[in-house]
């Protein structure tokens, strides 16, 4: 039993790298990298890289639909993808400049009917019982009714599936009510759920208040700064590598869950899971286009991050 990994809000992924930019110019660009994406399609991809393969589940629609199937399948990835009519899946579009800053245009994507989104629960509590993770990842997608983010946390639940959530605003709210048994998130989107100023103090509080409705993990990253991960048993930092370069952070995000991910499935202790998590996002960095990790090099960052139990 492995992950199913949960990308609701599928895309189609453009990335471009143009070492000049500057807003207000017209660019050339000789070639872009073009693949079907979301949080959640990085995650499979880092997966992969580490030697783990995990289905992906989502939405999409229209012509871009079709294109994101069918290239996800010609990647290798079995999927469970609910198709609908409502207009165009989206485009997501990245530019990276020579010093690895990165100008992010992302569309919404269209509302899921509610027909597929009842379609869509009822495949996936027949799932559920396959894998012993589930990991929900990336933005929400439009017309989502309320409640349905915590269908699929309950509907885990009932199956001894771990759900762990990697979105934001209400749907992330609602799916730690619903007693979400894990989230990764970086610190804005910490500082939006809880209302607090991110820190190790308000991390391990947040954990705290949430725990008895089912929360068993909370890891707040922070981009090149320390993360923390809550459980029940204490509160870690964790440091990430020093980078002598940087190619693009996007996408780091999600190699981290990745790395957790992997650590999960095979067994580690937290720390050696946090510091897997850890090394797979510094692999991400040098890389143009998220998810693309390097295994040896995932393993050496992750034996030079720095992880510690603080309380």
Request: net charge positive; hydrophobic share 45%.
């Given at each position: 039993?492995?992950?199913?990994?949960?990308?609701?809000?599928?895309?189609?992924?453009?990335?471009?790298?143009?070492?000049?930019?500057?807003?207000?110019?017209?660019?050339?660009?000789?070639?872009?990298?073009?693949?079907?994406?979301?949080?959640?399609?990085?995650?499979?991809?880092?997966?992969?890289?580490?030697?783990?393969?995990?289905?992906?589940?989502?939405?999409?629609?229209?012509?871009?639909?079709?294109?994101?199937?069918?290239?996800?399948?010609?990647?290798?990835?079995?999927?469970?993808?609910?198709?609908?009519?409502?207009?165009?899946?989206?485009?997501?579009?990245?530019?990276?400049?020579?010093?690895?800053?990165?100008?992010?245009l992302n569309e919404e994507g269209p509302a899921v009917p509610a027909s597929s989104q009842r379609a869509f629960l009822k495949n996936f509590s027949g799932l559920a019982p396959r894998f012993r993770a589930a990991?929900?990842?990336?933005?929400?997608?439009?017309?989502?009714?309320?409640?349905?983010?915590?269908?699929?946390?309950?509907?885990?639940?009932?199956?001894?599936?771990?759900?762990?959530?990697?979105?934001?605003?209400?749907?992330?709210?609602?799916?730690?009510?619903?007693?979400?048994?894990?989230?990764?998130?970086?610190?804005?989107?910490?500082?939006?759920l809880c209302g607090r100023r991110f820190s190790q103090t308000a991390v391990l509080e947040f954990f705290g208040s949430k725990a008895p409705l089912g929360l068993k993990t909370l890891i707040v990253t922070d981009?090149?700064?320390?993360?923390?991960?809550?459980?029940?048993?204490?509160?870690?930092?964790?440091?990430?590598?020093?980078?002598?370069?940087?190619?693009?952070?996007?996408?780091?995000g999600d190699s981290f869950m990745a790395g957790f991910l992997f650590g999960f499935i095979n067994g580690f202790d937290f720390e050696r899971t946090l510091r897997l998590a850890a090394g797979a996002a510094a692999?991400?960095?040098?890389?143009?286009?998220?998810?693309?990790?390097?295994?040896?090099?995932?393993?050496?960052?992750?034996?030079?991050?720095?992880?510690?139990?603080?309380?």
């Amino acid at each position: 039993m492995n992950a199913l990994i949960v990308n609701l809000n599928l895309s189609v992924d453009k990335t471009a790298l143009i070492p000049s930019f500057e807003p207000g110019r017209i660019f050339r660009i000789g070639s872009t990298i073009t693949l079907p994406g979301g949080k959640g399609v990085n995650v499979a991809r880092a997966l992969r890289s580490l030697g783990l393969e995990c289905p992906i589940a989502g939405f999409a629609s229209g012509h871009n639909g079709q294109w994101i199937t069918s290239s996800l399948g010609k990647e290798g990835f079995k999927t469970f993808i609910e198709t609908h009519r409502a207009g165009e899946s989206r485009v997501c579009y990245t530019v990276a400049d020579a010093g690895g800053r990165t100008t992010d245009l992302n569309e919404e994507g269209p509302a899921v009917p509610a027909s597929s989104q009842r379609a869509f629960l009822k495949n996936f509590s027949g799932l559920a019982p396959r894998f012993r993770a589930a990991a929900v990842c990336g933005r929400t997608s439009a017309g989502l009714k309320k409640g349905f983010y915590a269908a699929l946390v309950r509907q885990a639940a009932a199956h001894g599936c771990f759900c762990v959530l990697d979105t934001s605003g209400p749907a992330l709210a609602e799916a730690v009510a619903a007693g979400a048994a894990g989230v990764k998130i970086n610190r804005y989107e910490f500082e939006e759920l809880c209302g607090r100023r991110f820190s190790q103090t308000a991390v391990l509080e947040f954990f705290g208040s949430k725990a008895p409705l089912g929360l068993k993990t909370l890891i707040v990253t922070d981009g090149p700064d320390h993360a923390y991960a809550a459980s029940p048993f204490g509160l870690w930092r964790v440091t990430p590598p020093r980078l002598r370069r940087l190619t693009s952070a996007v996408g780091a995000g999600d190699s981290f869950m990745a790395g957790f991910l992997f650590g999960f499935i095979n067994g580690f202790d937290f720390e050696r899971t946090l510091r897997l998590a850890a090394g797979a996002a510094a692999s991400d960095c040098l890389s143009l286009g998220a998810g693309f990790i390097d295994r040896a090099q995932a393993l050496d960052y992750a034996s030079r991050a720095a992880v510690r139990k603080i309380k």
